[in-house]
C-alpha cells in the first residue's frame, strides 16, 4: 500500500477513535442510539442530558434502567427491557411502586389537560365517597362538590356555583369537627373540599388523591400502610387511563 494511501487509512481510523472516545458529548447521541451494541459508559453519557433516550435503550445497563424507571416508570414499562429487567428481579418493580408511587402521581398529573385534571380530581374522591356516605348519608356536599368539579372541568359551572359550594362545604366542615368524626370520615370530607380550592388544576388534583388515600388508609385501621397503597395503585392506574385517553 502507498504511502499516501496508509496514512489516509490511519487518518480515518484515528477520526472514528477520536469520534468514539467524544460519546458523552451532545454531538454524538444520535450515533449511541442508532448503536444496539453501545457500551454501558456511552449509554450513561447519553442519559445526562437524554435520559428517555438512554432507558428505551436495548443496551442501557440494569442498574441504570432501574434508576431512570424510578423516575419514568411509565417510559420504563414502554422500554424494550421492561420485560427482561423483570423478569429476572420480578419482585423489584412492585418494591419501587411502593417507594415511588405518591411522587409518580405527583409528576404525571402535570402532564394531563386541564380538565382531565380536574376529572381525575373529582374520580379520586368518589372512590373513597362511600367512606363517608356511610357515616354521614344524608349529608349531599361531597357528591355536590363531586359533580361541581366534573361540569367544571367540561365548562358548564359557573364561578357563582363554585362559590357556593365551597361556602357549604366550610361550614359542614366544622360540624364535622364538632362532632368528633372518625379521621378516615374528615379525610374523605378534607377530599371533597380540596376540589374546591382556589389552587391550580394540577393542585388540587394531588391535595384530593392524597386526601383520598389517606381516608382509605384510616377507613382499614389506624393508617394502613397496604391500604393506603393499594388506594394509591387505583389513582395511579386511572391516572394512566387519562394519560391514554381511556377514561372520560
Not at 418493580?93 to 402535570?110: P, S
Not at 382531565?116 to 379520586?124: G, M, P, R, S, V
Not at 357515616?135 to 359533580?147: F, H, L
Not at 389513582?235 to 372520560?248: D, F, G, I, S, T
Request: with cysteine; net charge neutral.
Amino acid at each position: 500500500m502507498a504511502v499516501g494511501a496508509l496514512a489516509r487509512l490511519f487518518a480515518r481510523r484515528e477520526a472514528v477513535m477520536t469520534k468514539r472516545a467524544k460519546v458523552g458529548m451532545r454531538l454524538s447521541w444520535d450515533e449511541i442510539v442508532a448503536d444496539p451494541q453501545a457500551t454501558a459508559v456511552q449509554i450513561r453519557a447519553l442519559a445526562q442530558d437524554h435520559p428517555l433516550l438512554a432507558l428505551a435503550h436495548p443496551n442501557c445497563p440494569p442498574a441504570l434502567w432501574w434508576d431512570l424507571a424510578a423516575e419514568y416508570p411509565i417510559e420504563a414499562q414502554a422500554s424494550v427491557a421492561y420485560d427482561l429487567m423483570t423478569l429476572e428481579t420480578p419482585e423489584a418493580w412492585g418494591e419501587m411502586e411502593r417507594a415511588n408511587i405518591e411522587a409518580w402521581v405527583q409528576a404525571y398529573v402535570t402532564r394531563l389537560s386541564h380538565e382531565a385534571k380536574l376529572l381525575l380530581a373529582a374520580d379520586c374522591v368518589a372512590h373513597v365517597l362511600p367512606i363517608f356516605t356511610a357515616y354521614y348519608s344524608a349529608d349531599k356536599r361531597p357528591a355536590t362538590a363531586i359533580a361541581l368539579t366534573r361540569a367544571m372541568a367540561r365548562g358548564t359551572a359557573t364561578a357563582t356555583e363554585r362559590n357556593s359550594a365551597k361556602l357549604a362545604m366550610q361550614g359542614g366542615y366544622h360540624a364535622m369537627m364538632t362532632s368528633r368524626a372518625p379521621s378516615s370520615v374528615q379525610y374523605a370530607y378534607d377530599a371533597a373540599q380540596a376540589l374546591l380550592d382556589n389552587e391550580s388544576a394540577s393542585t388540587v388534583c394531588v391535595n384530593a388523591a392524597n386526601n383520598a388515600h389517606y381516608a382509605a388508609a384510616y377507613h382499614a385501621s389506624p393508617n394502613s400502610v397496604p391500604a393506603k397503597f393499594a388506594e394509591q395503585q387505583w389513582q395511579w392506574e386511572r391516572l394512566q387511563q387519562y394519560l391514554r385517553k381511556e377514561a372520560k
